[in-house]
């Protein structure tokens, strides 16, 4: 069993910057695909950013050029630093591991809250 721990979550004005940050309970960067969520109030969770065992990362197409998924091996963290904020970038954000080879093995974080608003 796996747990993640999100932080970093907060209210920011619109344009500001936010910086998550997801730490595993055990060292699982060599075989897990980490990636960022998030849940907007009445709506479905979407996937927001991954990054694979071997450094490649993907993003969801309204996020592109302004959030950033990353990882520290030595801290065993993953983060995602999220620039430009909009008002639509407010939701829970959770922290997500996915086995890749095993795919059906996944983990969720408890979320954490990012508000965007004047």
């Known amino acids: 069993q796996v747990q993640l721990v999100e932080s970093g979550g907060g209210l920011v004005q619109p344009g500001g910057s936010l910086k998550l940050s997801c730490v595993p309970s055990?060292?699982?960067?060599?075989?897990?695909?980490m990636g960022w969520y998030r849940q907007a109030p009445g709506k479905e969770r979407e996937w927001v950013a991954q990054?694979?065992?071997?450094?490649?990362?993907t993003y969801t197409d309204s996020v592109k050029g302004r959030f950033t998924i990353s990882r520290d091996n030595a801290k065993n963290t993953v983060y995602l630093q999220m620039n430009s904020l909009k008002a639509d970038d407010t939701a829970v954000y959770y922290c997500?591991?996915?086995?890749?080879?095993?795919?059906?093995?996944?983990?969720w974080g408890q979320g954490t809250q990012v508000t965007i608003a004047s």
């Open positions: 990054m694979t065992s071997g450094g490649t990362t």
């Open positions: 997500h591991a996915r086995d890749q080879l095993y795919r059906a093995t996944q983990y």
């Open positions: 055990g060292s699982i960067f060599n075989h897990y695909t």
